[in-house]
């Protein structure tokens, strides 16, 4: 971790979530004051007490340091958070609304509150929050009214490597028509001595939508490819590697599977899409990265109605909550869609995360849920895996089979190797391998 070298400054943030508590706990490492205010009073209280609102690897360490240091404090109050801010960032939550575009009503409101609490007082306004050309018109009038610089600052943090992805990040981008507002920002990340890319808000903004668009383009069209893999075949696995060997594609979101999830991919790839919309635009690549998407679950689910000849009260666990390893967020995570797809065929399910049963729990009050993946197999008639967790990869494939009805695994993260799995008695289906079990499927269950 790099040494911060400039003056120490004060720094609001707006919003204890995943971004805002990251990015206010690695500037107080970097040595600035940092306040952090969430309207959530529990929450608050929280982490008063040392305790973390969500799982991030090294987040309680960061944080716990941070208060240690005076460096790093926590409030409900807007009075308390503007009274020396120099900086303020607002990383509030935008949701997505049910016609696609983010809610900005928080960003709104947290803009408003944050005005009328500084006064007179001059800051820098910061959006960290995410919104395609949007953020920017829900602070403007108050750009307007109050003329507060105002200066974008998209994130690229991702769950799990948020706080190595805050310290040494690819670039930072900041977007501003204020260039002194931008460079006062840009100071804050210089001692990370990484490119820092200075453009207008709405370029800004846009960086992030294009870069997560990608990212899931590339896995929406391995997703495509597996499917082709998987008739002719071919074994995706090595395909992705091939295409990764040329530094023009790279290997980084090859991976082919039950699809992307969580609070970003998803969400900005909708808004993206809607967006262009709005604006007369046709954006059918992004329509087709969402369909495939959607279509990875459905394929997975049918897969195995088939080789169980039905799905109807089969005994399905699904191992993996969490839209990826290392998080407790199940965002749009691929569990969810499967649960739903299997509910619908009145499979009887039993899920299974090392850590997002709670946070599952929440959204399906009544599904069955374990935290040791035997147990979740017990009897059943289908393992399916949606998460690559570590416990998932080293199963005990022998001790899987004793306690399963049927040995059937359909792995939606091809994190098993095929050979061994069929070797200990299983019928497997992976995504975009060749399916040698396809002509013995309905012989062997
Ligand atoms: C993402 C972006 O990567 C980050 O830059 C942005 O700021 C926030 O959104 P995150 O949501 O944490 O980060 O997850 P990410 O690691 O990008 O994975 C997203 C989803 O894609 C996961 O469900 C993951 O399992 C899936 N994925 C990823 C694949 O299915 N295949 C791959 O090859 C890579």
Not at 5 to 23: D, K, Q, S, Y
Not at 33 to 42: G, S
Not at 383 to 396: L, P, S
Request: hydrophobic letters at 45%.
């Amino acid at each position: 971790m790099k040494k911060h070298t400039t003056a120490p400054r004060h720094i609001t943030m707006i919003g204890a979530g995943h971004v805002g508590l990251v990015t206010a706990a690695c500037f107080a490492a970097l040595g600035h004051n940092v306040i952090c205010l969430d309207t959530d009073d529990e929450r608050i209280k929280g982490l008063h007490r040392g305790e973390m609102p969500f799982y991030e690897p090294g987040m309680s360490e960061l944080v716990l340091k941070g208060c240690a240091s005076g460096h790093l404090t926590f409030t409900t109050s807007y009075e308390e958070a503007a009274c020396e801010a120099e900086f303020v960032f607002i990383a509030v939550a935008t949701p997505t609304t049910p016609v696609g575009l983010p809610d900005l009503r928080n960003v709104r409101a947290a803009g408003a509150a944050i005005v009328q609490a500084l006064g007179s007082r001059r800051a820098i306004i910061i959006s960290k929050s995410t919104g395609p050309v949007g953020i920017s018109q829900a602070l403007e009038s108050l750009h307007e009214t109050v003329s507060l610089p105002l200066v974008g600052n998209p994130e690229f943090l991702r769950e799990g490597t948020a706080i190595k992805d805050f310290m040494e990040p690819d670039r930072v981008v900041l977007g501003s028509d204020d260039t002194e507002a931008s460079r006062a920002v840009g100071s804050l990340y210089e001692p990370l001595g990484k490119p820092i890319l200075y453009t207008d808000m709405k370029s800004a903004e846009m960086v992030k939508y294009a870069c997560n668009a990608f990212l899931a383009t590339k896995i929406s069209f391995i997703n495509e490819i597996a499917e082709i893999c998987e008739r002719v075949g071919a074994d995706v696995r090595d395909v992705a590697k091939g295409m990764g060997l040329d530094f023009r594609i790279g290997r980084h979101f090859l991976n082919a599977g039950v699809g992307f999830g969580g609070s970003c991919l998803p969400k900005d790839v909708r808004a993206l899409a809607y967006l262009a919309a709005v604006y007369g635009s046709h954006p059918q690549l992004l329509n087709a990265v969402l369909e495939i998407n959607a279509e990875q679950r459905r394929r997975l689910v049918g897969r195995v109605r088939d080789a169980l000849g039905g799905l109807r009260n089969k005994k399905v666990a699904i191992l993996g909550l969490a839209f990826k390893p290392d998080t407790d967020d199940i965002r749009d995570a691929p569990a969810l869609d499967l649960i739903n797809l299997l509910e619908y065929e009145e499979a009887e399910i039993v899920a299974c995360d090392p850590v997002a049963v709670d946070a599952a729990r929440k959204v399906f009050p009544r599904l069955n849920c374990e935290t040791d993946a035997y147990r979740a197999a017990e009897q059943a008639d289908a393992v399916i895996i949606a998460t690559e967790w570590d416990e998932f990869r080293n199963i005990d494939l022998p001790k899987l089979r004793s306690v399963m009805h049927t040995p059937l695994i359909a792995d939606g993260r091809n994190i098993l190797e095929p050979a061994v799995v069929r070797a200990n008695g299983f019928v497997y289906l992976g995504v975009g391998l060749p399916d040698e079990d396809k002509l013995r499927t309905s012989v062997a269950i």
